[in-house]
């Protein structure tokens, strides 16, 4: 019996000496990483604030996706003060700030470490015309306010595009009237005129009930907007023949109102001038 015992207090001895020593291991190995971690930590910091690591000039922001606007005037957008610390810097909140743009749809920003810089991609507001306002009734020398329109319909003053961009190439397409009268049919009129094979230079929407498109066939006189608009626009291609038949100076316009039957209104006067031509050849 006392052989048993003293062999089970040996075990016993045993077991607590490996039990110390796996905690002092642990406990080492936890100083280690914590030292580890803490030295890991303290050298990002230091790497952070050293001067490699800072926007000097806003050369350092990288702008992609611009085509309208140069890289310059997409960067004097970010309101940042320099020198800047790069990691303080908050990606979400300089694309946001481009966003609040009317000329920027969308914007992305990141942080690039190397070189140290900020990486902006940018979708811009592309116009696709010039449209303007109508003269108030009894102001003649009112200036008419011109600004640009995107495919959406939004209105923007034609000096958010110009300030950015002197030499911006403005649309060649043209509309007259009030944006908040012509939004609702903009998408549906903007389109089919975009897909038309005849071109379309303007677009007089002054008189709510009815639309004048000039084109290079004259006048065409399409009404009120309606539904009506995409099959309207598609007749045009049909009616080229009438430049064969007709000289454009003979034609005073040309009524789409009903697209089924298409009008031709003759010019009045230009008839009585060949009439007194004719009158007078004789």
Not at 147 to 166: C, E, F, R, V
Not at 177 to 193: A, D, E
Not at 225 to 242: D, G, N, T, V, Y
Not at 245 to 254: A, H, L, R
């Amino acid at each position: 019996m006392a052989g048993m015992l003293s062999v089970s207090r040996t075990n016993l001895a045993q077991r607590r000496k490996k039990l110390r020593r796996r905690r002092q291991v642990k406990i080492i190995q936890t100083v280690w990483r914590n030292f580890t971690i803490a030295s890991l930590a303290g050298g990002l910091l230091w790497i952070a604030i050293q001067p490699m690591w800072v926007l000097k000039t806003p050369k350092d922001i990288t702008i992609s996706g611009n085509k309208l606007f140069p890289d310059e005037s997409i960067q004097s957008l970010i309101a940042l003060p320099y020198p800047q610390f790069l990691l303080r810097v908050k990606p979400s909140q300089v694309a946001q700030t481009l966003q609040e743009q009317p000329i920027i749809i969308q914007a992305k920003v990141s942080r690039r470490l190397f070189p140290p810089g900020l990486q902006v991609q940018i979708t811009e507001r592309i116009p696709v015309a010039v449209a303007q306002l109508p003269k108030l009734s009894g102001k003649e020398h009112q200036p008419a306010s011109v600004g640009l329109l995107d495919a959406t319909g939004l209105w923007i003053p034609l000096k958010q595009y110009t300030s950015h961009n002197p030499r911006l190439q403005l649309p060649k397409l043209k509309i007259i009237g009030l944006p908040k009268k012509y939004r609702p049919f903009w998408t549906q009129l903007y389109q089919s005129i975009k897909q038309s094979q005849i071109q379309i230079t303007e677009i007089d929407f002054q008189d709510q009930t009815n639309l004048i498109l000039k084109t290079e066939l004259g006048a065409v006189h399409l009404g009120a907007p309606s539904e009506k608009l995409s099959e309207q626009i598609k007749i045009l291609p049909r009616l080229r023949q009438l430049s064969v038949q007709v000289p454009p100076q003979g034609i005073d316009y040309i009524d789409l109102k009903n697209p089924r039957e298409p009008i031709v209104q003759m010019n009045a006067k230009k008839q009585s001038i060949d009439k007194k031509k004719q009158k007078s050849n004789k």
